[in-house]
Every structure is written in C-alpha cells, then in structure tokens.
C-alpha cells in the first residue's frame, strides 16, 4: 500500500461502528473566523493502546483534543469516548478522561502534596481519601522526598510528573497527553516515556499528540499525521514507513545550486522525485530496493553532481512526514501548539 493510500484510508476502519473504541470521531471541524484549525478528522482509538498524533505547531493537534476533552464545542462532526457521546453527554465524559496540556497546571505557591490533595477535593474526592491518593501517586511517580517541598523550586521534569500525577487522581480509563515532554531534556523525556508505558500497562488508554517523530515512534502503537487541520495519514509506525519505501536514500549536495540537476536525475532512474529537506542541499529518496542507491549515485556521478555525504537506511518517521506534507515537523524547535 501506498503513503498515498495511507492517507486516504486513514487506516483499517473499525467493523462494529465503534462501540468498543475509547476514542471514535466522525468529520470534527472546528472554525475560529475564517481558518478551519480542525477540518474533517475522523479518528479511532482502540482500548489499551498507546495512539500518536503527530504534527507540526499549528497543525490543529492540541485543538482537536480540547474538543474530544469537552473544553471546546464540536462545530461539525460528532465524536464518542467508550460510547458516550461528546457533545451529549460532556459531565460523563470528564469522569472518563484525564487531561494533562502542554504547561503544568499545579499552584507554585503549593507543595507536590498540597496541589495533588487540592485537585482531589475539585474533584469530589473525601479530604481523607485525597490525602491517601496523594500519598500514593507522589510515590508511584518518584516524588516523594519532595512531597513538600514548594512547585516553585521543582524542576520542569518533575512539574510535568506532577502535572500527570493531579490527572490520575480519579483514575481515568482514557489520558489525554497533550505535547507531554515539550521543554524536557533527554534524560526527563526517556523517564516520562517509561512512565506513559507503565499506564497502559496499568490498564490506561492514551491519546497523546507531539511534535517530536522519535516520540511517535518510540511510544505509539498507532499514529495519525495530521498538517494544517487535516489527517493526511494512519498506520502503525512500521506501516506508515513501508509506504515511503523499503530503503532511503539520503544525500547532501557539495554544491545546493545542483540540486535541480540530482532531482532530473533521480526522476530518470527512478520514475518518482526526492524529497527535498530543510537543509540546503540535503535530498532523501525512497527505495523499494536498497541496491538502487548504487544506479542513482552512479547516475549523479556520471553527471559530475558532487556529493558531500550520503547514507542509506530504513525510513523514518522524518522521512514519512516530509513524504505527506513537504516539510518538517519543527520538533527540534522550541514552540508551543496553537493556542486557541
């Protein structure tokens, strides 16, 4: 199947009409004047799963899940979580699903203990059973030598711990993670990568959007790559880079202005062009075999196209997502989601 078909698709649809999906969304639009930020998604989310929304900042991710979380109004479309529907029924769906944006929502002037007991009580936990589950998740998620100790002094790592921890506190049977290591350095990231694991592996379902291919990759069962406002395609990691091509190759020009010549040329040997990256110069290809590297180097050889580096390798998720959409995602950069 193509990255094409991929995306018209938008992967295998579910054969009872979603009765027994966490997430199930049908044409969700939603419009601020006249810009559609989200723009006929549909998405299906299976128990138990781990599933990826992957996009660039502004893409339509973190406005799409503030409609699925309730906290803005479907404009057109309709969408279910575990069968109740949205729009319908939005105090039931708050008791299903648990929420944690982009920024930590947690009182600076608290302690970890203080705010975890405090989001209990909003919630209509008893004082003495919030107490409790404070203590438990301050301790499931590694806080608990800085159980009272003031937010102000945590480190954006253990704000984002935190932040998640006051999520849980109901135990929701559906997460929503919205751009969850954004800002974390390495080390934090891999800890709340192992701590997204453990709560599917507690029974938790997770919808999680990011900007960050490693992350989708690393983390999602399934993905769905949505750029300005639309799903341009669903599948599993792997399937979604079978469809780019079984191989690629990735090539840097010693000279950028020969750029049109090597694309004429892997249009030649090929059949299909390059796509083109961000830096000068650099083109990745997709191969169904990785022996056709060699005839298109040959070919860029033989037409004195200079080469400065090249390498073949499976495809990746960078790869797919400049395939579909003509660009990056920007992961690399510091950003936030669109805002409205």
């Known amino acids: 199947m193509s990255i ?48 990826g929304v992957l996009g660039p900042n502004g893409a339509g991710k973190t406005t799409m899940l503030r409609m699925l979380a309730t906290l803005l109004k479907i404009d057109a479309g309709r969408a279910e979580i575990f069968g109740v529907d949205v729009a319908g029924n939005p105090h039931m769906i708050r008791q ?35 107490r409790r589950i404070a203590v438990d998740l301050l301790g499931q998620f590694g806080l608990e030598e800085a159980a009272d100790r003031p937010i102000a002094q945590f480190s954006g790592g253990m704000r984002r711990r935190l932040d998640l921890a006051a999520s849980l506190i109901t135990r929701p049977p559906l997460i929503f993670l919205d751009e969850p290591t954004t800002g974390l350095d390495p080390r934090t990231r891999g800890q709340m990568w192992d701590t997204i694991r453990g709560l599917v592996a507690d029974g938790c379902t997770v919808l999680l959007t990011t900007q960050y291919l490693d992350e989708a990759d690393q983390l999602a069962d399934r993905v769905a790559v949505i750029d300005h ?54 083109l990745n290809v997709a191969l169904d075999q990785a022996d056709l590297a060699a005839d298109v180097l040959i070919a860029l050889r033989t037409a004195g196209v200079s080469i400065a580096s090249v390498s073949v390798a499976k495809p990746s998720l960078d790869e797919v997502f400049l395939a579909l959409t003509g660009h990056e995602t920007d992961g690399d950069k510091t950003g936030t989601e669109e805002n409205r």
């Open 229 to 282: 406002g639309r799903k341009v395609a669903e599948g599993t990691p792997d399937e979604l880079k079978s469809a780019v091509g079984n191989s690629a190759l990735q090539m840097l020009l010693a000279e950028p202005d020969e750029v049109p010549i090597a694309v004429e040329i892997v249009r030649r040997v090929l059949g299909s062009d390059p796509v083109l990256g961000t830096e000068q110069g650099r």
């Open 4 to 51: 094409t078909d991929l995306g018209r698709l938008g992967g295998e649809p579910p054969s009872d009409g979603g009765t027994d999906l966490a997430v199930h969304a049908e044409g969700l639009v939603k419009t601020f004047g006249g810009h559609r930020a989200v723009d006929g998604i549909d998405l299906d989310v299976r128990p138990g799963e781990i599933f």
């Open 96 to 130: 299903l699903v648990g929420v944690t944006g982009q920024y930590a929502s947690v009182d600076e002037n608290l302690t970890a203990r203080e705010n975890l007991w405090l989001f209990g009580r909003l919630q209509g936990v008893a004082a003495p059973r919030a």
